[in-house]
């Protein structure tokens, strides 16, 4: 899988936008960018994920570059209860053409979000 | 729609016994990940079980360890003979399997070996 590199830490306002970079200047075609994120001794919450195009859901927006070696999570609204870890993977298909979740979890972002 | 279900919450075991960690999927699923999170560190990936059988198991430790989903119930992770270095948060997901797909991620068993 492509090796992605993110800030170690991050603050933000509540109430203000949070932008987390990630750069992932070895990505292939084929790889998937996605985020999720860790909060205190819980589970990983999946939040977004694309290829190419730019992505919003309820949680979130994904602007990834048009040479797609990077990306920015966009939280529009931060609150405080998005203090968590984020974590950007690129996620390669199988032989198949698809991919499963095997994913490599690297060390994240810590966002901190204050009031 | 029940998320996935992971049990015990916290198991603590002495060093030499077995521990089985018991995980059921979101309704509908039929693919399971484990992933382990030792203490300061990042999640790894272990193994990757479809239905009755191991579709990749390329992160799990070489001894000690297995896992299975059977048929019918959940699916188990195995550690034999736990050390200490086997303390960690286990973590295991499920997805619907179509393919570049989203993980969805149970609330851990901690484990503590003493």
């Known amino acids: 899988d492509a090796k992605t590199t993110q800030p170690t830490s991050m603050d933000c306002a509540e109430g203000r936008a949070a932008n987390l970079p990630c750069n992932h200047s070895?990505?292939?075609?084929?790889?998937?960018v996605y985020w999720y994120r860790q909060i205190h001794s819980q589970g990983p919450q999946y939040i977004i994920h694309?290829?190419?195009n730019n992505e919003t859901n309820e949680m979130a927006s994904l602007i990834i570059t048009e040479d797609r070696k990077s990306s920015t999570l966009i939280l529009p609204h931060a609150t405080l209860r998005d203090t968590a870890v984020y974590y950007c993977?690129?996620?390669?298909?199988?032989?198949?053409?698809?991919?499963?979740?095997?994913?490599?979890f690297g060390q994240g972002t810590i966002l901190t979000v204050h009031p | 729609n029940a998320g996935v279900m992971q049990n015990p919450r916290h198991l603590v075991r002495r060093r030499g016994q077995e521990a089985r960690l018991r995980c059921s999927p979101m309704?509908?699923?039929?693919?399971v990940y484990w992933y382990r999170q030792l203490p300061e560190e990042g999640l790894k990936f272990m193994v990757y079980?479809?239905?009755?059988?191991?579709?990749?198991e390329s992160g799990m430790p070489k001894e000690r360890f297995s896992a299975e989903f059977p048929k019918e119930g959940p699916s188990i992770l195995r550690i034999q003979q736990v050390v200490r270095g086997d303390s960690a948060a286990y973590f295991c997901?499920?997805?619907?399997?179509?393919?570049?797909?989203?993980?969805?991620f149970g609330s851990g068993t901690q484990l503590s070996v003493l």
């Open positions: 997901a499920s997805s619907l399997g179509t393919g570049n797909e989203k993980l969805f």
């Open positions: 070895t990505i292939s075609g084929n790889e998937y």
């Open positions: 694309g290829l190419k």
């Open positions: 993977i690129v996620s390669v298909p199988n032989a198949g053409g698809t991919s499963y979740g095997k994913l490599t």
């Open positions: 309704k509908g699923h039929s693919h």
């Open positions: 079980l479809q239905k009755e059988n191991i579709i990749d």
